[in-house]
């Protein structure tokens, strides 16, 4: 029926590129360096792709441009001998590479040809800027014998052949589900000297690691996919148009602007329900977009998880809101929420340009919610994977971990902030809580720090430093600072750098522009100190609360208050004091000693006293060492471990009934 609708609708418009696609923006939102035209052809029984491509590519930099590279992301599960594989082992997130399948798991990408407009045939040979594996062929460089000077355009066009895997790290097929990323023959960045870290012009185009995402210009799209008929296809960008084909395929065109990558889906089997979001407290006749304010939403599911759809489009409502409320204007018209089959697990929670992937379960109850933590946290990669456009290969934490913050606080604003992870018989834990307990309970927090090449990263510590620690940091400078602050930071971080590239020193020149212009001096001249320790360091922070002393010395009460800092992590911390007369005092250490005492002269004994009172310090590693009383009470534990034996006896029943 939807296609019906669009076909009447767009019955004017032709399938060719040159007249298929109205512009969604008036006017462009990016710089459009990397334009792309694509023909793609899906053959669901040998899982394989065929595929014209035609790239107009624009030379931003004053750099003469003798060369260009491109990703083959696709030949990273080529074989065992690619450093994906290498570095992987063949599993990624708990997904392992069907090596057993009757069908071939394996992926591959090949480019058939690649002539310039003018039809010169063009060579290109692997190379692996980054390991020197000379079996990875996931970067080709292509000598131009005409280069490209400043401000020119070159126009390639390319043909290329792709074996798509079974479903895992990201893309695939499973049995009759397609997830399709990462698929076609994609131009590198081309940074020019002093622009983020390059020191000189130079193209940015690592090989496809284990531990790394993806780092693209911006671009339009124009997509053809030809499929089954019986298929339904979803994809990155506004559907523009459908055409019936006599074999028995159909051919979808898709149209995106302003995105750094295109995705898309196809199966027979998908149950689609579509909804709208509307900006709230929008005024009437106000247009801040091309929808006017509207997003519309395309929730495409499983049969199996049709009951569970509320749930995704309650999340994804929550997520708009949010940003639109604390960081920016989510700017596309569109959002595709994709809901894979169970069998398809390695394709759960991805994201691309205004199109999602997210996870359910035909069992999940309310209280567990897995579809509303993947969805809200898959949407937030609509601001910093496309709008901003990280470099996920150098800094994924830019990504990854400022998402990871954000998923935290809108779970915990939506659901509850102690319970909007799991609320199940009586067991309750938080988002940001989890975050937090993933990075300070590790046997050693202090292995590495966030900063770095997702590659070179301690092994084993990717999705800790990245996702978690960096979450728990971001928490960290949200207290120093207080909310207000650090929303003006990010809101200014996101308005001054979208669409642009962002780099980490850009976050920080940002912060150390706002923090000293809104609390002065109490923090220094600027917070490098936080970031050496929180970000680039390794320092671990554990504060402690010593000692409680009360004496009376010539007819007075003194009282004693020791703190100490056991890590070498040094923040500025909080200490209240409760007096048995009912009074507090609060008190400020700098942190930077190993201990401080704290004599009181309240003419009252101190029952009991708290470092960091409002959990400012988020990345404290151990909370239970924060607080001392001298009338200490067995109640809270008491309380807990009957809270803990209750949640543990109505889930193993609540299990012995699933079986």
Same mark, same amino acid.
């Given at each position: ?426 067991? $309750?834990? +938080? =988002?940001?809580?989890?975050?937090? %307990?993933?990075? *300070? !309970? ?8 966030? &900063? ?112 100490? $800092?056991? +890590? =070498?992590?040094?923040?500025?911390? %909080?200490?209240? *004091? !409760? ?8 008190? &400020? ?71």
């Amino acid at each position: 029926m939807k296609r019906l609708l669009f076909l009447l609708l767009y019955s004017s418009i032709s399938i060719s590129f040159a007249q298929s696609a109205k512009p969604i923006f008036p006017t462009p939102l990016s710089p459009r360096l990397a334009n792309y035209q694509i023909d793609v052809t899906l053959d669901p029984i040998t899982k394989k792709l065929t595929g014209k491509e035609t790239l107009t590519w624009r030379n931003a930099s004053n750099d003469v441009i003798r060369e260009l590279q491109f990703h083959l992301y696709l030949n990273a599960f080529r074989n065992e001998k690619s450093t994906f594989m290498r570095e992987s082992g063949g599993q990624l997130r708990g997904t392992e590479i069907d090596r057993n399948a009757e069908e071939n798991p394996y992926g591959s990408l090949d480019v058939v040809s690649m002539k310039t407009r003018v039809g010169e045939a063009l060579a290109y040979q692997f190379i692996q800027p980054d390991d020197q594996n000379r079996d990875d062929h996931t970067v080709i460089r292509v000598p131009l014998s005409k280069p490209v000077g400043p401000g020119e355009t070159i126009v390639l066009d390319i043909a290329f052949r792709a074996k798509l895997p079974k479903i895992f790290a990201r893309t695939g097929f499973s049995r009759d589900f397609f997830l399709v990323g990462q698929w076609f023959p994609k131009i590198g960045v081309y940074e020019p000297a002093g622009t983020r870290y390059a020191t000189q012009g130079q193209w940015n185009c690592h090989q496809f690691h284990a531990h790394s995402e993806f780092y693209a210009d911006y671009g339009v799209y124009d997509v053809n996919i030809t499929t089954p008929k019986d298929f339904w296809v979803s994809a990155t960008g506004l559907f523009q148009s459908e055409k019936q084909n006599k074999n028995g395929t159909k051919t979808i065109l898709y149209h995106a602007e302003d995105v750094v990558d295109f995705a898309w889906t196809a199966s027979p089997h998908f149950q689609v329900i579509n909804d709208k979001w509307k900006r709230p407290g929008r005024s009437a006749g106000a247009v801040d977009s091309p929808s006017g304010g509207t997003v519309t939403l395309e929730l495409v599911m499983q049969p199996e998880h049709v009951h569970q759809a509320q749930r995704h489009l309650d999340a994804v409502k929550a997520a708009l809101s949010y940003f639109d409320k604390h960081l920016g204007k989510y700017p596309f018209p569109n959002l595709t929420i994709i809901d894979p089959p169970l069998h398809a697990s390695g394709s759960f929670g991805m994201e691309y340009p205004t199109f999602i992937t997210a996870g359910s379960a035909w069992f999940l109850p309310s209280g567990m919610r897995f579809p509303e933590e993947v969805t809200i946290h898959e949407f937030g990669h609509q601001y910093f994977m496309q709008l901003l456009a990280t470099n996920e290969f150098e800094e994924a934490w830019l990504d990854e971990g400022f998402n990871q913050y954000y998923e935290g606080r809108i779970m915990d604003a939506t659901y509850g902030a102690r319970s909007s992870q799991v609320d199940l018989l009586g067991f $309750r834990m +938080g =988002d940001l809580e989890v975050s937090r %307990d993933s990075y *300070v !309970h590790q046997d050693h927090p202090e292995n590495g720090s966030s &900063f770095g090449n997702t590659w070179q990263l301690p092994e084993g510590q990717y999705g800790v430093l990245t996702y978690m620690k960096t979450a728990t940091w971001l928490r960290t400078l949200e207290g120093l600072v207080s909310r207000p602050i650090m929303d003006e930071i990010m809101q200014t971080y996101f308005s001054r750098w979208k669409f642009k590239h962002p780099n980490g020193q850009n976050f920080i020149d940002i912060v150390n522009e706002i923090v000293p212009e809104r609390l002065g001096s109490k923090y220094g001249p600027d917070m490098n100190w936080f970031f050496e320790q929180a970000l680039y360091g390794d320092n671990v922070v554990d504060y402690e609360l010593l000692s409680i002393r009360n004496r009376t010395q010539d007819g007075q009460q003194r009282s004693v208050v020791w703190v100490q $800092r056991n +890590g =070498d992590g040094k923040m500025p911390v %909080d200490i209240l *004091v !409760h007096f048995e007369n009912g009074k507090e005092l609060m008190l &400020f250490w700098d942190g930077k000693a190993r201990q401080r005492q704290f004599t009181l002269a309240e003419n009252a004994k101190v029952l009991w006293a708290k470092v960091d009172p409002k959990q400012k310090i988020y990345m404290d590693t151990d909370l239970n060492n924060n607080s001392l009383t001298l009338k200490p009470s067995s109640a809270p534990a008491a309380k807990f471990a009957t809270k803990f034996l209750f949640w543990i006896e109505n889930w193993m029943q609540w299990l012995a009934w699933l079986a």
